[in-house]
């Protein structure tokens, strides 16, 4: 499988963006996927995560309702839907594939999210 995250970029406090990571090599909707992160000088950590459906998701306790993540199986893509950025959110964001739920066995290319304050 193969996942290129995309969408990054500068946004002020408060503002929103959404990320997109494509998805090939294997059927997309055979595995459940995920959001990560990691900050400079920080260990990666979990932001979100999606069912093979679409029906079962789970947050990474600091999203507190900001982000929203979905997948459309028949575009084989992933998103990330962020608002009320924060300047603490400000990370290279990965998308994942998942072994089982919440276990990831293979990690994409990253893109940056820059948040000002």
């Known amino acids: 499988v193969q996942l290129q995250a995309s969408g990054g970029g500068l946004v002020q406090a408060g503002g929103s963006l959404r990320l997109s990571c494509a998805a090939s090599?294997?059927?997309?909707?055979?595995?459940?996927v995920g959001w990560f992160r990691q900050a400079p000088g920080k260990e990666r950590e979990i932001v979100a995560a999606?069912?093979?459906?679409?029906?079962?998701?789970y947050y990474g306790d600091f999203v507190k309702g900001r982000f929203t993540v979905a997948r459309d199986n028949a575009k084989n893509t992933l998103y990330l839907q962020m608002n009320s950025l924060k300047s603490e959110d400000t990370a290279v964001y990965y998308c994942?594939?998942?072994?089982?739920?919440?276990?990831?066995?293979?990690w994409g290319q990253g893109t940056l999210v820059t948040v000002s304050s």
């Open positions: 999606v069912s093979r459906s679409g029906g079962r998701t």
């Open positions: 090599g294997r059927t997309f909707s055979d595995f459940a």
């Open positions: 994942a594939k998942s072994l089982v739920w919440l276990a990831y066995d293979y």
